[in-house]
DNA sequence: GCCGATATATTGTGCAGCGATATATTAATC
DNA sequence: GATTAATATATCGCTGCACAATATATCGGC
């Protein structure tokens, strides 16, 4: 395990559930995950994002690697362990939970201030 | 304008959105928001973050404060300002969007995962 | 006088995400 | 055969968010 890690901030971590989500469907190498969330549009994940963060699932034994010997460079495949499914599972679910609470706060103002984009500052105008 | 921020990472700045959200709804000062935030059930927001959160903010022009003098240390009351409402306005949207790709890949993974929570290894089952 | 609650503020630290860079392999282009 | 571009993995240093710790100020209750 690597040290506690001190992610408190309100979706620190977002990508790692991403990584694992699309793991879930099957292995992948690095390079196909960059090219697969761009054309996602998802965020673009970034080279020096992603290998560390795929260095650390490692060590936390998330996801396990296999080498493949192609034509060019290398692939190094990811596959999701059973713990790294087991992560995936809560660390989705507390995703989901702390979202939904982010959007009852989130969607009503929203709603308000594209109703109302400037008030008037005449108060009789109310 | 504070010189450029480097928010970049997925979901960075979904506290800016949540304080926004919260004043469109009426000025407030910090030590309410931190109550509300926390009775809310949300990720509890700690007063070394939001402080400076907020001078941020006032210094970007997106909120503007008035002092009020009460029985008691005085309270900072923050205003949204029109760029606030735009800035909330856009940024929302943004957290909307970027919210609904994510879903799209977290979901299904998470379906997925749940409903075949440790996969046989015997090949033969499947 | 002291403690706890209320209330704002600053300082130092950890670390995630990124830009920049390095490295390796192959195919295409000059 | 040198150069470029695409594929592919990897590391290093920087920036800035979020936090813990701490300081400061005012009031009420003991």
Redesign the pocket.
């Known amino acids: 395990m690597s040290?506690?890690?001190?992610?408190?901030?309100?979706f620190?971590?977002?990508?790692?559930v991403l990584v694992l989500a699309i793991l879930a469907d099957g292995p992948q190498?690095?390079?196909?995950l960059l090219k697969k969330v761009a054309d996602a549009g998802n965020?673009?994940?970034?080279?020096?994002?992603l290998?560390?963060?795929?260095?650390?699932m490692e060590a936390d034994g998330l996801i396990t690697p296999t080498w493949e010997k192609?034509?060019?460079?290398?692939?190094?495949?990811y596959t999701l362990t059973p713990a790294g499914q087991k992560a995936l599972t809560k660390q989705a679910a507390d995703w989901q939970a702390a979202l939904a609470r982010m959007q009852a706060v989130v969607l009503p103002a929203l709603r308000r201030v594209t109703r109302f984009p400037d008030p008037p500052m005449n108060p009789a105008a109310g």
Request: net charge positive.
């Open positions: 040290p506690v890690p001190n992610r408190k901030s309100l620190h971590g977002s990508l790692d190498y690095g390079y196909a965020h673009e994940l970034k080279a020096g994002t290998y560390p963060l795929l260095h650390r192609t034509t060019g460079r290398p692939r190094k495949w």
